[in-house]
């Protein structure tokens, strides 16, 4: 499960309302987006320096389901996880 807005706006002394504001704004994304994206870039990393399947990393990185992560991944980067992890070699 993902933290909230709620909580790293609490953690950084900030309103929620607030908070969201900020990470739209430099950013242009919602949480959501935020981290899925930064979800998605280690799920690069791993997929070419772990060797570990693409259902292991969905599973590490906390993804409900293989299918949603590679939906996911192909949707933001163009290819499916063993697309990009076969075409960076």
């Known amino acids: 499960r993902q933290p909230s807005s709620a909580y790293f706006a609490t953690q950084l002394n900030l309103s929620t309302a ?3 504001d ?3 704004f430099e950013t242009g ?3 959501q987006e ?3 994206l930064k979800q998605l870039d ?3 990393q791993m997929l070419l320096k772990s060797g570990q399947s693409p259902s292991v ?3 590490q990185l906390g993804f409900a389901s293989v ?3 590679s939906s996911l991944f192909k ?3 163009g290819c499916t996880p063993n697309e990009y992890k076969y075409s960076q070699n």
Request: proline residues 0%; charged residues 20%; positive net charge.
């Open 75 to 77: 949707k933001i980067t």
């Open 22 to 24: 900020l990470l739209r």
């Open 29 to 31: 994304k919602t949480l």
């Open 18 to 20: 607030y908070f969201n």
């Open 67 to 69: 299918q949603y992560f």
């Open 57 to 59: 990393i969905a599973r």
């Open 42 to 44: 280690i799920a690069k």
């Open 34 to 36: 935020y981290i899925q």
